[in-house]
T-cell receptor, first 111, second 117 residues
């Protein structure tokens, strides 16, 4: 499984756009890129998943360059409730749920 | 809410004791995975059950064992508890399809906070 590298922490203010970048230089051809969000004392929650180019859903966008060696999670107009740890994972279906989490990025949103 | 429930919410045990944690997966999901999350760390994969059979194991000793029942609920058992077993234990369910290339989305429960004294 490809190793991922993310910033340990980020700060932002309410209403701003936040971009969290993840490096995965050894990503394999079949790997998908997935982001999870975790609040204190809760289980992680799936945010978004993509393979290439751009994916957008109701909460976030995921930008993946052509070489796929990195990806950027974009959170538009963050609020205080977006304060959480964000994890970037790579893998594909054959791992059948063996998700490997790093330490994630602690995002703190200030008023 | 993910539809995944875990019990108990909190648990305090002493070193050497045994513990059983329970998980009810989301309706229709055939796969359950267990994770251990120490304070300040990301979740670490313990093992996974697919249709009642263990389908992979992380770097955890044999005193960590599990079961999956016909209704796809699951148990995690830990024998001979050690102080380092203190952590949040997370259960996640999904509908794994061995032919599916996309990494399956896992739905996590709220976790069981285990404290070993």
């Amino acid at each position: 499984l490809a190793k991922t590298t993310q910033p340990i922490s980020m700060d932002s203010y309410e209403g701003q756009e936040v971009n969290i970048t993840c490096s995965h230089n050894n990503i394999a051809t079949n790997d998908y890129i997935t982001w999870y969000q975790q609040f204190p004392s809760q289980g992680p929650r799936f945010i978004i998943q993509g393979y290439k180019t751009k994916v957008t859903n109701e909460v976030a966008s995921l930008f993946i360059p052509a070489d796929r060696k990195s990806s950027t999670l974009s959170l538009p107009r963050v609020s205080l409730s977006d304060t959480a740890v964000y994890y970037c994972l790579v893998g594909w279906g054959s791992t059948l749920g063996r998700l490997y989490f790093g330490r994630g990025t602690q995002l703190t949103v200030w008023p | 809410e993910t539809g995944v429930t875990q019990s108990p919410t909190h648990l305090i045990k002493t070193r050497g004791q045994q513990v059983t944690l329970r998980c009810s997966s989301q309706s229709g999901h055939n796969t359950v995975s267990w994770y251990q999350q120490a304070l300040g760390q990301g979740p670490q994969f313990i093992f996974q059950y697919y249709r009642e059979e263990e389908n992979g194991r992380g770097n955890f000793p044999p005193r960590f064992s599990g079961l999956q029942f016909p209704n796809y609920s699951s148990e995690l058992n830990v024998n001979a508890l050690e102080l380092d077993d203190s952590a949040l234990y997370l259960c996640a369910s999904s509908t794994a399809n061995r032919l599916e290339l996309r990494l399956d989305t896992q739905y996590f429960g709220p976790g069981t906070r285990l404290t070993v004294l």
